[in-house]
């Protein structure tokens, strides 16, 4: 259904403005735009593998920013906005998940959703509806949303093409284990 979305942003990832095509990928994937900012990363860094880093910077500040619009919609718009774009994805059993694991887990779970393949607007919109601290939300955006990308960037300037490969092949498994390492980080800060 969102492959011809999917190879616009791939072409996209080629044009002269493509930074600033990312840019506004990844603030409105943060709320609204089904495809993730990756689909514009990993050919943009391939192509500019020197600038990878500003690409990955570029990529998280936007997608904070537009997580907070996320938080937002959530926030002043649950009702109306927020609910409509969570049915329109089907994500309304989340959001109800998510709600009941911000209740038990705060922060944590802010930290764990942003690093998985769950859509990070169903975070956003849910975590303004929650009324999580604002500034918790925007501290956790930035650790899970700069890892992600940098990650990512990180990867591909080093490895290239074999990476991509496998990154678009696994990227659940990918993003899987990185939670799996995040949590393990977690859990022995808060043993010692």
């Not at 998280?60 to 937002?72: E, F, I, K, R």
């Not at 607007?121 to 918790?136: D, M, P, R, Y």
């Amino acid at each position: 259904m969102f492959r011809p979305l999917y190879d616009w942003l791939i072409r996209l990832s080629a044009h002269p403005k493509s930074l600033h095509a990312l840019a506004a990928v990844s603030f409105a994937e943060s709320s609204f735009f089904p495809i993730p900012p990756d689909a514009m990363v990993v050919p943009m860094v391939l192509a500019q593998r020197d600038r990878a880093f500003t690409i990955a910077t570029v990529c998280t500040v936007a997608s904070v920013l537009g997580g907070l619009a996320g938080y937002a919609i959530g926030y002043f718009l649950y009702d109306t906005l927020g609910q409509w774009l969570i049915g329109v994805y089907g994500l309304q059993q989340g959001a109800q998940e998510f709600q009941s694991w911000y209740a038990e887990w705060g922060t944590a779970v802010i930290l764990i959703k942003g690093l998985t393949p769950i859509p990070y607007k169903l975070v956003t919109i849910a975590s303004g509806a929650a009324q999580f601290n604002l500034l918790a939300f925007t501290l956790a955006s930035i650790v899970t949303r700069g890892a992600r990308f940098f990650i990512i960037a990180a990867l591909l300037r080093v490895y290239g093409e074999p990476v991509r490969a496998f990154i678009e092949k696994r990227l659940d498994l990918v993003s899987w284990a990185f939670l799996a390492v995040v949590i393990g980080g977690i859990a022995a800060v808060t043993m010692i």
